[in-house]
């Protein structure tokens, strides 16, 4: 397969294809899980929860796909604007990433997980 401009373009249409396609089907999927949930008398905060923090994941994915077509797009259109416009689309994805991994995990994703310390036992002498 010969990879030129017009090729990198499409496969660049294609991974937005893949984007939009991950997220909707994310939407469903999540849907899905709390009407199964609902069923199990699974409510309030916890249904609530978990349905956020599933839409985050899968638009957290799909957000992957069209940056990285909008990079194979840019691919031949190197130009000020189109750079400009792909820096402003990573810097938006970047911010509505760390905002999705805070509802996700809770904590800022360059802090570790703040786990409490094992207690050590001692040792007794006999």
């Not at 849907?31 to 409510?43: D, E, L």
């Not at 956020?52 to 940056?67: M, N, P, T, W």
């Not at 077509?69 to 792909?86: C, E, K, P």
């Not at 809770?106 to 001692?122: E, V």
């Amino acid at each position: 397969m010969v990879l030129n401009l017009n090729t990198v373009s499409q496969l660049g249409t294609l991974l937005d294809l893949l984007g939009a396609i991950t997220i909707i089907a994310g939407l469903f999927i999540s849907t899905g899980a709390v009407f199964r949930h609902y069923q199990k008398k699974i409510r309030g905060e916890k249904l609530y929860e978990g349905y956020r923090k599933d839409l985050a994941r899968s638009i957290l994915l799909g957000l992957e796909f069209l940056v990285a077509g909008d990079i194979l797009r840019t691919v031949g259109q190197i130009n000020l604007v189109s750079v400009l416009a792909l820096a402003g689309i990573v810097l938006i994805r970047a911010f509505l990433s760390i905002e999705f991994e805070m509802e996700i995990s809770g904590r800022w994703p360059w802090l570790n997980s703040q786990k409490s310390p094992k207690k050590r036992k001692k040792k007794s002498k006999k």
